[in-house]
């Protein structure tokens, strides 16, 4: 460049990776480049960004006329063309052996980096998942290069001196990371070489900096210092996934914590995959039953029907996304690292996908459907327009495919008119369908529906649609309804009426006085009839000051009060057009009480959108409902959002009332407020909320629902009401919001913690293998399992299988583990094992009866009567104390008169006089010893059982008759129903014979994958007995590698921790058997965390 001619040539610079540019230098570096912009020698400059990078948009909001290309992915044609190139017949041959195993090789070679390494090293990686078998290929190419290896043999570090570059590259790698920086200065990485090697000089450093940086940093000067960064960024992320590695073997929470996660790339792509190597690599079990189980909570483990990415389901994930500033819209969009990336196109591909199989019966269709419809309208609403052709696209695909398939969304959840308000909404507005002609077509076709029976049947598509269709008009085209409603008959105004009746509606309709004036001449005669069209139609006439006629008034009223409002029944999408129908009478409505108050506080509202009362007494009597309402309370918080949203009052007093509510009402009622104020009415939102409003809602306790999910829901809505005041904080909240639902367990239907976890706990107590130290610090772990899966309602059954095995086992920490959680029990069956423990102990009976004031008396909700299992529990305790010889005969009677009293308290509760069989033959006995009369019956089983004879099969003998291939075939085939593998000796066997008459056990490992084992044992009738068929090849040195190997390549799953477990229990492998319980007590923490 110096020797360059400037006056004769023009330049074309090239600046590379702007993104990783460090903020601190961001301007000084569009100052240079604005620098060489203006001088007359440049004829382009050529920048390069990952899309995501926020260092992009600040370049592009500093300079106009920037032309964007992007630079794709490798395609198939190229990648195939660059080996043709290469003329290397063993590396093409060794390619083509890749491919066959894994059919998204080609996708697996995005850029040159990756495709140029898996060239060089094509001949020494085996495994599918290679990226970063290339990468420590790469690097230890590098350290062990003759010219690098001498410079690096003279460095002041310890031996081996290959492991101390890489444990500096790590943790430099990793803060570098977590900081999410991409360059860092020369004092950064002395301080690590500081910190884990203090022992270096000044000229030590030095020399390992610049070994580093010929190795793998690129390095420039700045303000005489040097900045430094990796070669690539792939380098970067490989040494932190080593990092991750080494901090997963004591704790895996902060995979969660620190947003690891979420990071598609680094997560997904490479870390599992480099995991799932390193397992097969070193034999290492219990880091490939982790990673299995991960799969299962990733929805990549097709035995188990977890759902796939459940922040997908939520309607507020949405409103976050289209909430967001554009800059930070733009990274969720581009960014692949980021699970929302696959969010965009997941949502419509999943749609087109589901419904080009013709099927529309399942409920993931609704999900992805109202999603992407949702998606859509919010994206236009929120000023993300720009973006919106390559979904429209998928929109009309996927209307088209509805129309054919007659698929119509029509879920039975609140949100089902919203769903159609936003299709309407897309045609209508986005798309600017001929409004007249879809009013027309309406008018002529939809004469004889009414809405009759819109109480009863919640669910009729027809009115759906009709009425999206009427909520659009009144809310984008009110210039267009009077001539509509001029046009329509009595069954078509009380459809109307239903859309009008919305808060939203309501008020815009009875604003408008050339919409009112068409109303009072359609309305002007009497109306007769007692259905529900008519009703309404009765109702509006009313509300809009036409004089009702005494027999108007009376077919009002008797419907009025004879409508019984029940909470369960209602659909809470027409609570609104309920509330409405009351306005004209004064008719008390009945029912639950949470709807009543809502009724009246719709009048209320009537009543200011008619100037009849302030806006203040208005939220006077909300806050009251608010901090009242024991049901339903988010129909109020949504009521003054709307009413708020659509005040036409000056700022100043809808400030005041802002504050009011404030003051007066907890902060969880906020959220849902604000929320419903800015959907409505962004403008007005900006205008009366501020930051600091917003901040104190940011809290756990605001937040954090019943479950993960709702909880992450409300992240979701906190995300968007934040994104307009804290752009940063918004984006944050999203992503906090995923971080808490991703990798979860179910609340509905998990049972790891419980069936896999205790029973797994259970095989190392048996065996004597724990210290009291060490169990203790197990137990402690598992019980603050527990307080975690009670607080997100989690159901399980970990408490009741803890306490039992301790009580049989080791019954001084089943005491201790009592003490610890017993207020927080909800079963009662564990408070009355405790006491019969103690009991059967000897030990005092004040603990028994502590015990038993630790149980719940419970009140069947159903059949409104007290749960006598309560009762049964503490007769049954008080008979084995009355029967117990530890204790004296006087303890004896006492608590035989004691059960005396609770059979006859039983009698006011509903009893029968009926005793479980035990405890029926116990109390004969006592009361013979006691002399007392028996007054009470045996309890009579209402389930008789049946008894099936069945002939029974000897499997074992038949088994030890084969000595053919055919046979043995034939008799795994059986194996589902016809043959019992429940003994050490059948299985042992069935190895053996594998073993000689193939010479493997290939067979039985098929049967394994058949059975989806172990990743499940609830495939077959033999699930169960499987541990032992594994057990059997482990013990066997002729199958032990092969079957080892299956057992590392095909993963454990969600029970094959358990399994293992009890297999490594059996063979009395301590070590194993432990690692494998520690492993799935630490993916039972992190799932939970």
Avoid at 205 to 227: G, H, R, V
Wanted: with cysteine; net charge negative; hydrophobic share 40%.
């Amino acid at each position: 460049m110096y020797y360059a001619n400037t006056s004769i040539n023009k330049f074309i610079y090239l600046l590379d990776g702007f993104d990783e540019v460090p903020n601190q230098i961001v301007t000084q570096t569009l100052l240079f480049i604005e620098g060489l912009l203006d001088k007359d020698q440049t004829k382009k400059i050529i920048i390069s960004s990952r899309i995501s990078s926020h260092n992009k948009f600040i370049l592009k909001a500093t300079f106009q006329n920037i032309e964007e290309y992007t630079i794709v992915d490798l395609s198939k044609d190229l990648i195939n063309k660059y080996f043709q190139s290469k003329n290397d017949i063993d590396r093409s041959r060794q390619f083509e052996i890749f491919y066959e195993n894994n059919e998204n090789l080609y996708d697996n070679l995005p850029d040159i980096l990756t495709l140029s390494l898996f060239w060089e090293y094509i001949l020494q990686i085996k495994h599918t998942h290679f990226l970063s078998d290339l990468l420590n290929l790469s690097i230890h190419t590098t350290l062990n290069d003759i010219h690098y290896k001498k410079y690096l043999d003279g460095l002041n570090l310890p031996n081996p001196k290959e492991n101390a570059i890489l444990k500096i590259n790590k943790e430099l790698s990793y803060s570098l990371f977590i900081d999410n920086e991409f360059s860092f200065t020369r004092e950064r990485l002395i301080s690590i070489i500081s910190k884990y090697y203090p022992k270096c000089d000044y000229q030590s450093q030095n020399n390992i900096i610049s070994y580093l940086s010929d190795c793998f940093f690129d390095y420039n000067l700045t303000d005489n210092s040097f900045i430094f960064s990796y070669q690539h960024r792939r380098f970067l992320e490989y040494f932190a996934i080593l990092k991750f590695e080494t901090m997963m073997k004591e704790d895996l929470c902060f995979l969660r914590k620190k947003d690891i996660i979420v990071n598609y790339d680094m997560f997904e792509n490479l870390l599992i995959p480099h995991l799932q190597n390193q397992s097969e690599k070193n034999n290492d079990l219990p880091l490939a039953f982790e990673i299995s189980l991960f799969n299962v909570y990733l929805d990549n483990d097709d035995n188990w029907g977890v759902d796939k990415y459940p922040y997908y389901w939520s309607n507020y994930i949405v409103y976050a996304i289209a909430g967001l500033s554009h800059d930070l819209f733009e990274i969720v969009l581009n960014d692949t690292s980021l699970p929302i990336h696959k969010f965009f196109n997941y949502m419509g591909d999943k749609t087109i996908s589901l419904l080009q199989t013709g099927n529309t019966n399942y409920q993931d269709l609704d999900y992805f459907y109202r999603n992407f419809i949702s998606l859509i309208s919010l994206m236009y609403q929120y000023g993300k327009r720009e973006y919106l052709s390559i979904y429209l696209d998928k929109f009309l695909t996927i209307d088209n495919l509805s129309q054919g398939n007659k698929y119509y969304y029509n879920a039975s959840v609140r949100d089902n008119f919203l769903v159609w308000r936003n299709l309407v909404y897309i045609k209508m507005i986005i798309l600017n369908c001929d409004v007249d002609k879809i009013l027309d077509n309406l008018i002529e076709n939809s004469k004889d529906i009414n809405i009759d029976n819109l109480l009863k049947n919640n669910n009729d598509i027809s009115i759906n649609q009709i009425t999206a269709i009427y909520y659009n008009l009144i809310m984008y085209y009110p210039q267009k309804c009077a001539k509509t409603i001029s046009e329509m008959n009595y069954n078509q105004l009380s459809i109307f009426i239903v859309s009008m009746a919305t808060v939203e509606c309501l008020e815009r309709i009875l604003n408008n006085n050339v919409i009112l004036k068409t109303l009072q001449t359609v309305l002007a005669d009497e109306i007769t009839g007692n259905k529900l069209s008519s009703l309404a139609c009765i109702a509006l006439k009313g509300i809009i000051n036409v004089q009702l006629t005494v027999n108007e008034r009376e077919s009002l009223t008797i419907f009025l009060e004879g409508q019984k409002f029940d909470y369960f029944s209602l659909n809470e999408d027409n609570i609104d057009f309920i509330s409405f129908l009351f306005i004209p009478l004064n008719v008390k409505a009945k029912g639950h009480a949470s709807i009543i108050d809502y009724i009246m506080l719709y009048r209320d509202y009537y009543r200011l959108i008619t100037c009849d009362c302030s806006l203040q007494y208005f939220a006077s009597q909300l806050v009251e409902y608010l901090n009242n309402a024991k049901k339903m309370k988010y129909l109020g918080q949504k009521l003054i959002g709307k009413a708020i949203a659509f005040a036409s009052l000056d700022i100043v007093e809808l400030k005041n009332v802002i504050d009011y509510v404030n003051y007066n009402t907890d902060n969880e009622n906020l959220l849902k407020v604000y929320f419903t104020l800015k959907s409505y009415n962004s403008q007005q939102y900006d205008k009366l909320i501020n930051s600091s409003m917003i901040e104190q809602l940011n809290r756990e306790d605001i937040y954090y629902d019943i479950d993960y999910i709702s909880t992450s829901e409300s992240l979701f809505q906190l995300s968007f009401i934040t994104s307009s005041k804290e752009s940063i904080q918004g984006y944050n909240l999203l992503m906090q919001g995923i971080r808490s639902v991703v990798m979860r367990m179910d609340e509905s239907k998990d049972s790891l913690a419980d069936s896999v976890l205790i029973p797994g706990l259970k095989c190392i107590i048996k065996n004597n293998w724990l210290t009291s130290e060490k169990l203790k610090a197990y137990l402690d772990k598992i019980l603050e399992i527990t307080v975690q899966m009670k607080k997100y309602n989690i159901q399980n059954s970990t408490h009741s299988m803890l306490i039992n095995i301790l009580i049989q086992y080791d019954f001084d920490m089943a005491i201790y583990c009592y003490r610890q959680s017993s207020s927080i029990i909800d079963d009662n069956r564990v408070h009355y094992e405790m006491a019969l423990g103690i009991v059967s102990r000897g030990q005092k009976i004040e603990l028994a009866e502590e015990c038993l004031k630790n149980a719940r008396y419970l009140i069947n909700d159903y059949f409104q009567k007290f749960n006598l299992d309560y009762f049964y529990h503490k007769i049954n305790v008080y008979l084995k104390i009355a029967s117990c010889d530890f204790y004296d005969k006087n303890t004896q009677r006492e608590y035989f008169d004691k059960a005396e009293k609770v059979i006859k308290s039983m009698v006011d509760s509903g009893w029968n006089k009926e005793l479980n069989e035990a405890e029926y033959n116990l109390y004969i006995k006592l009361c013979n010893e006691f002399n007392k009369q028996v007054d009470v019956k045996k309890r009579v089983s209402n389930y008789p059982t049946e008894i099936h004879k069945t002939n029974k099969i000897n499997s074992l003998e038949i088994l030890k008759a084969i000595n053919k291939e055919e046979a043995l075939n034939s008799f795994i085939q059986e194996i589902r129903r016809a043959h019992k593998l429940d003994s050490i000796e059948i299985n042992e066997v069935l190895i053996q014979k594998s073993l000689d008459i193939t010479g493997n056990v290939n067979k039985i490992v098929n049967m394994f994958k058949d059975y989806h084992y172990p990743s499940t044992n609830r495939y077959s009738n033999n699930s169960l007995n499987f541990w032992m068929t594994v057990a059997a090849a482990l013990k066997n040195p002729l199958s032990k590698s092969e079957m080892m190997k299956y057992l590392i390549e095909n993963g454990g799953g969600h029970d094959g921790f358990g399994e293992m477990i009890k297999v490594f229990a059996y063979l009395g492998d301590k070590e194993m058997s432990i690692k494998l319980f520690e492993s799935l007590l630490k993916c039972i923490e992190f799932l939970l965390c």
